[in-house]
Structure formats: C-alpha cells, structure tokens
C-alpha cells in the first residue's frame, strides 16, 4: 500500500514569497490533514478536511495560509506572503474517516524562510 | 492546550524494557490515547492507542490507569532502532490530535 506522498521534501525561500506545497494521501482516505511542525516541537493541526470539505480550520493563519482539497483527493497549502517564523516542517496526513482511526503521515515538507 | 505532559528525555539499554510515561489529566470519557513516534527527518509513524483497557501489538504494550489519567508505552525489547521522539496524543471529537512535545528516547547500545 503506498504511504502519502508530499512534494517538495525541501524548500528555501526569501520573506514575502509565496510558496506552495502538495499532498497526495492514501488512496480511499476521506480525511485529510495538514500540520505544522517547529524545531522542537510536536506537530500542530493547521487544517482538517472530509473529502472536499473543511471541518476544522480553527489553527489556520488565514490572513497568510490557504488550503484546497479539490476533488477530494490531493490537497495544496499555500503560504503567501511568508515570514520567517515560517520556517517548519509542514506534514500532511490521511486517515479513513473521522472516526476511531489511525492517521497515517507524510515524510513532510520542511520549509525554510530566510 | 497539548492536553498530554511527557518527561522531555529518556535513555535505555539496548535489550531492555522501555517504559515511557504520560499524563492526561483532563482527557474525557471517550476520548482515546495514541502513541506514535517520530524518527528524525521522517513523520510521525503509528504504534498503539487504547481507550481504556491494555492493548498489546507486534511493536508495543499500552498500560491504561484506571482512572485513565495516566498511560505507559512499553517497548519490550528496545533495539538501537527504537531512538525516536515518542508522542502520547489525545484523540479528540474529529478524529483531531492534540501532540505534546513527545519524549526523546535514546537507545544505549
């Protein structure tokens, strides 16, 4: 069964660029989740979707942050413009549903602003 | 609000028994306890999760207090492999993860 993928693994960027990252989840996935990750922390819901739909954006930074489900499959975040407390690895995950069910995660974007 | 707190480092010998502790205070009656890991540079991989009984896996064995305010995952043999950072999550209405700043385990050959 193939993992959920996530492009790019690395990325470098100036402050005030834009930057965009993908997610592709587990194949039959309805739930799909974005997180971001500071050095030394532990991750952190930004975005939960159900197939197309968001139930919960509460954690999202919506004056820079956008995120897209389209079709209910693959999933872009965006960042635009960006600062430099930015910088984080940013992980996607999927699960079945939103039941009692195991996430599975991405290997991550990990981004940086300079 | 990480809703978990897990002492931040942890060292065990290569062959023995690693016990990692957790607290959950305030976790409701239906919510559940996750534990995943995270190996450097990768993403954070599934080991076990219970919502108020003792589970066991091929990886793991999940302790549950009875008043369910506290956990301990057991990693019966640790292997060299096993260094990662260890998360204890609540899982909340959703299906929604609450991550605390995990354990870092090391593995002393």
């Known amino acids: 069964e193939a993992g959920v993928a996530q492009s790019p693994r690395y990325k470098i960027i100036e402050k005030r660029q834009s930057v965009a990252f993908w997610c592709n989840p587990i194949?039959?996935?309805?739930?799909l989740y974005w997180y971001q990750q500071i050095l030394g922390q532990g991750p952190k819901l930004l975005i939960q979707?159900?197939?197309?739909?968001?139930?919960?954006d509460s954690q999202l930074p919506k004056d820079r942050f956008s995120a897209e489900r389209l079709k209910g499959v693959d999933s872009t975040l965006k960042i635009q413009p960006a600062k430099l407390e930015d910088s984080a690895v940013y992980l996607c995950?999927?699960?079945?549903?939103?039941?009692?069910?195991?996430?599975?995660f991405g290997p991550g974007t990990r981004l940086t602003v300079t | 609000d990480a809703k978990t707190t897990q002492p931040p480092s942890m060292d065990c010998a290569e062959g023995r028994a690693a016990n990692l502790p957790c607290n959950h205070s305030t976790i409701s009656g239906n919510e559940y306890v996750y534990w995943y890991r995270q190996i450097h540079s990768q993403g954070p991989q599934y080991i076990i999760h219970?919502?108020?009984n003792n589970e066991t896996n091929e990886m793991a064995s999940l302790i549950i207090t009875e008043d369910r305010k506290s956990s301990t995952l057991i990693l019966p043999h640790a292997t060299l492999r096993d260094t990662a950072v260890y998360y204890c999550i609540v899982r909340v209405t959703g299906n929604q993860f609450y991550f605390g700043t995990g354990t870092s385990l090391t593995v002393i050959p």
């Open positions: 995950a999927s699960s079945l549903d939103t039941g009692t069910s195991k996430q599975y």
């Open positions: 194949s039959g996935h309805a739930t």
């Open positions: 979707f159900q197939n197309n739909g968001v139930v919960d």
């Open positions: 219970g919502l108020k």
